[in-house]
């Protein structure tokens, strides 16, 4: 397996564009997990999904912040209107939950810089 | 509401054991002990866990006091492609939550 994969590795944006994340996870992994990272507060849990539904999202920073997971292979990050305090490292991990468990597995990351 | 406390940082001699202390003094019966690092520019890298017996896996070792209270990660023989922020992480088995702190910032030395 390649391991959870997330696009693009970098992006820059101007201020008040769209900006949109991919992660697609390990395959037969059925929980998801995006996380923020930066300097500031370290890594920071956004939202977690199980079996593609939403569990937590408590972590969302404010209504500019969107995730979903339409299937089991795909989810996205949205942000809109980004914002200069958004510039961060956004990673998304995998793990099996129940049953045969594993740890988590997180992908490389998307550097974001909004300028 | 850190659970976990590690030093900021430490050097360490490429080929020699790396010995990284946490202590998690407020630990739960079914809390388990987890370590992560992240290698620069990547993703957090699961390393290993334990619950109170001494573990061993390819790639470190975790000696768990016997109260619990603090447990120790070693890097048999570091190499400079150790170098990375270690994190120590205490949580219920099955939760779906990695609270990350600072970590250990560790730095292994040619």
């Known amino acids: 397996d390649a391991g959870v994969i997330q696009s693009p590795r970098h992006e820059v944006t101007e201020m008040g564009q769209e900006v949109t994340l991919r992660c697609k996870p390990i395959s037969g992994h059925n929980s998801l997990f995006w996380y923020r990272q930066t300097m500031m507060r370290g890594l920071e849990l956004l939202i977690y999904?199980?079996?593609?539904?939403?569990?937590?999202d408590s972590g969302m920073p404010e209504d500019r912040f969107s995730a979903k997971m339409p299937n089991a292979s795909f989810s996205t990050l949205k942000i809109q209107p980004s914002e200069p305090r958004d510039s961060a490292v956004y990673f998304c991990a995998s793990r099996e939950m129940g049953g045969v468990e594993t740890e988590a597995f997180f992908g490389q990351g998307t550097r974001l810089t909004v300028v | 509401d850190a659970k976990t406390t590690q030093p900021p940082s430490m050097d360490c001699a490429e080929g020699r054991a790396a010995n990284l202390p946490c202590n998690h003094s407020t630990i739960s019966g079914n809390e388990y002990v987890y370590w992560y690092r992240q290698i620069h520019s990547q993703g957090p890298q699961y390393i290993i866990h334990?619950?109170?017996n001494n573990e061993t896996n390819e790639m470190a070792s975790l000696i768990i006091t016997e109260d619990r209270k603090s447990s120790t990660l070693i890097l048999p023989h570091a190499t400079l492609r150790d170098t990375a922020v270690y994190y120590c992480?205490?949580?219920?088995?099955?939760?779906?939550?990695?609270?990350f702190g600072a970590g250990t910032t560790v730095t292994v030395r040619a």
């Open positions: 999904f199980n079996n593609n539904v939403p569990i937590d």
């Open positions: 992480i205490v949580r219920v088995r099955n939760d779906y939550k990695l609270s």
């Open positions: 334990g619950l109170k």
